[in-house]
T-cell receptor, first 117, second 113 residues
């Protein structure tokens, strides 16, 4: 257990459905991330939130919509997805402390395995 | 050139031997470097990080960093079958704002009894 939880762990949805992924961190961190991991591809950063503010959107299609209501919770809202969006979606968190000279370790949740039919 | 590059493997290692994994990165100003282990179907878990040139040891794991050569490696001593996994190298690049990590594609390690 890393202190980062994700629900649901598995999700099957049709292309016309709307669903949301949830992430919660219990580590007191102030930065949270969404990553996508497809088969045989490197981890792809999707979004970064720092102190609830989005600081990075890595050219992610608008059918993925993140929400960060506070520093402990992060959501990824999904709508009109495509089959190629099927992947493992990982949430991570870290503590952004400028005094640590760039060492900002990210801790991952267990992931949500998404299948789009 | 990929920003963070790893040999995809698989790297086959006899039980008890040393597994040596390599990672190169493109941004010379990168500050900190991480090794994660990922078992099939699971999420990445941190093994260790390094940010100073030289070696850093933690149990059976040793990370080695050479910023001049833009190279970071991971040694696994006395490899066990439970070490069979994909090992991800991640780099915190200077050009990236805040906490962005860039990951390599991972090296798959197989430890054979």
């Amino acid at each position: 257990e890393t202190g980062v939880t994700q629900t649901p762990r598995h999700l099957v949805m049709g292309m016309t459905n709307k669903k949301s992924l949830k992430c919660e961190q219990h580590l007191g961190h102030n930065a949270m991330y969404w990553y996508k991991q497809s088969a045989k591809k490197p981890l792809e950063l999707m979004f970064v939130y720092n102190f609830k503010e989005q600081t990075e959107n890595n050219s992610v299609p608008s059918r993925f919509s993140p929400e960060c209501p506070n520093s402990s919770h992060l959501f990824l809202h999904l709508h009109t997805l495509q089959p190629e969006d099927s992947a493992l979606y990982l949430c991570a968190s870290s503590q952004d402390s400028p005094g640590l000279a760039g060492v900002r370790t990210q801790y991952f949740g267990p992931g949500t395995r998404l299948l789009v039919l | 050139q990929k920003e963070v590059e790893q040999n995809s493997g698989p790297l086959s290692v006899p039980e008890g031997a040393i597994a040596s994994l390599n990672c190169t990165y493109s941004d010379r100003g990168s500050q900190s470097f991480f090794w994660y282990r990922q078992y099939s179907g699971k999420s990445p878990e941190l093994i260790m990080f390094i940010y100073s040139n030289g070696d850093k040891e933690d149990g059976r794991f040793t990370a080695q960093l050479n910023k001049a050569s833009q190279y970071v490696s991971l040694l696994i001593r006395d490899s066990q079958p439970s070490d069979s996994a994909t090992y991800l190298c991640a780099v915190n690049m200077v050009k990236a704002a805040g906490n962005k990590l860039t990951f390599g594609g991972g090296t798959r390690v197989l430890v054979k009894p």
